[in-house]
């Protein structure tokens, strides 16, 4: 468990509000900070808010008519709001998008490779980095050849993984990487952004539906419902937590629940009151 007192703050989100079309308010105060090495999750369900925030923090609202209007967005300790994306990339943040988004046409290592384009240490480290992407995503070697369009789901989303893992990146912004995937799918990406972040010291922050695994491999959780954050500690913490337990895990002290059954679902939200 990582001891935040002693943990350096690599991103730092305070009271942002972001607009889109200069009058839909989406984000409504949302603060939060990711600590260096930590898998930090961002959770809620659809429309929440959580890859609008992710999309503030690697400045891609601007393509799609959406602005930071309040608050500020540092990383290590300097403002990032005006950064182009490229600039991100080159500062060591990098998102990996809900949805997969690779090059269809390209195969699977030329995806890869294409992770790698901003860095200038030379094709010796760039094929190391290669082989060590391929140690963690074994089933992406056997594929390295085939058309990334004509790979699976799983394989599709290890491609996006790993892709931006070429980058070199020291933090990693990881939207939805459980969608569309098979539970054991889902257990095999977790393990190895759990790898990742342990053995190589990539920080994550990862906005995730599934508030049960999330909460199993972060440290740290923040819950946003309707854009504001209204919930936040450390992951254990939130997994134990009575509200948490019923509202997102479907579990209460009567025992498990669906969504449907649960008929006081707002009135009961207490951090709404």
């Given at each position: 468990?990582?001891?935040?007192?002693?943990?350096?703050?690599?991103?730092?989100?305070?009271?942002?509000?972001?607009?889109?079309?200069?009058?839909?308010?989406?984000?409504?105060?949302?603060?939060?900070?990711?600590?260096?090495?930590?898998?930090?999750?961002?959770?809620?369900?659809?429309?929440?808010?959580?890859?609008?925030?992710?999309?503030?923090?690697?400045?891609?609202?601007?393509?799609?008519?959406?602005?930071?209007?309040?608050?500020?967005?540092?990383?290590?300790?300097?403002?990032?709001?005006?950064?182009s994306?490229?600039?991100?990339?080159?500062?060591?943040?990098?998102?990996?998008?809900?949805?997969?988004?690779?090059?269809?046409?390209?195969?699977?290592?030329?995806?890869?490779?294409?992770?790698?384009?901003?860095?200038?240490?030379?094709?010796?480290?760039?094929?190391?980095?290669?082989?060590?992407?391929?140690?963690?995503?074994?089933?992406?070697?056997?594929?390295?050849?085939?058309?990334?369009?004509?790979?699976?789901?799983?394989?599709?989303?290890?491609?996006?993984?790993?892709?931006?893992?070429?980058?070199?990146?020291?933090?990693?912004?990881?939207?939805?990487?459980?969608?569309?995937?098979?539970?054991?799918?889902?257990?095999?990406?977790?393990?190895?952004?759990?790898?990742?972040?342990?053995?190589?010291?990539?920080?994550?922050?990862?906005?995730?539906?599934?508030?049960?695994?999330?909460?199993?491999?972060?440290?740290?959780?923040?819950?946003?419902?309707?854009?504001?954050?209204?919930?936040d500690?450390?992951?254990?913490?939130?997994r134990?937590?009575?509200?948490?337990?019923?509202?997102?895990?479907?579990?209460?002290?009567?025992g498990?629940k669906?969504?449907?059954?649960?008929?006081?679902?707002?009135?009961?939200?207490?951090?709404?009151?």
């Amino acid at each position: 468990m990582l001891d935040a007192t002693k943990t350096e703050t690599l991103l730092e989100v305070n009271n942002i509000e972001v607009i889109y079309n200069h009058v839909i308010l989406v984000l409504k105060g949302v603060s939060l900070s990711v600590p260096k090495g930590s898998i930090t999750a961002l959770l809620g369900g659809n429309g929440a808010g959580k890859t609008t925030t992710l999309k503030a923090i690697s400045n891609l609202l601007r393509a799609e008519r959406g602005e930071v209007t309040k608050g500020t967005i540092e990383y290590r300790g300097q403002p990032i709001t005006d950064f182009s994306t490229t600039a991100m990339v080159k500062k060591g943040v990098i998102q990996v998008m809900e949805g997969r988004h690779c090059f269809e046409h390209l195969t699977v290592e030329e995806n890869l490779m294409t992770g790698a384009y901003t860095r200038k240490d030379g094709k010796a480290a760039v094929a190391a980095d290669l082989e060590m992407v391929y140690d963690y995503f074994p089933r992406l070697r056997e594929r390295r050849k085939s058309q990334a369009g004509y790979t699976s789901g799983g394989e599709q989303q290890m491609v996006a993984i790993g892709r931006a893992i070429m980058s070199r990146p020291e933090t990693v912004l990881l939207d939805e990487p459980s969608m569309g995937l098979a539970p054991q799918l889902v257990e095999e990406i977790f393990q190895i952004v759990k790898g990742l972040n342990e053995k190589e010291g990539v920080s994550f922050l990862l906005a995730e539906q599934n508030t049960n695994v999330a909460l199993r491999y972060s440290h740290y959780g923040y819950i946003l419902e309707s854009g504001r954050v209204v919930m936040d500690g450390p992951s254990d913490e939130l997994r134990e937590n009575p509200d948490v337990k019923e509202f997102y895990l479907g579990v209460s002290e009567e025992g498990r629940k669906s969504f449907r059954d649960v008929r006081s679902y707002r009135r009961r939200k207490r951090w709404l009151s």
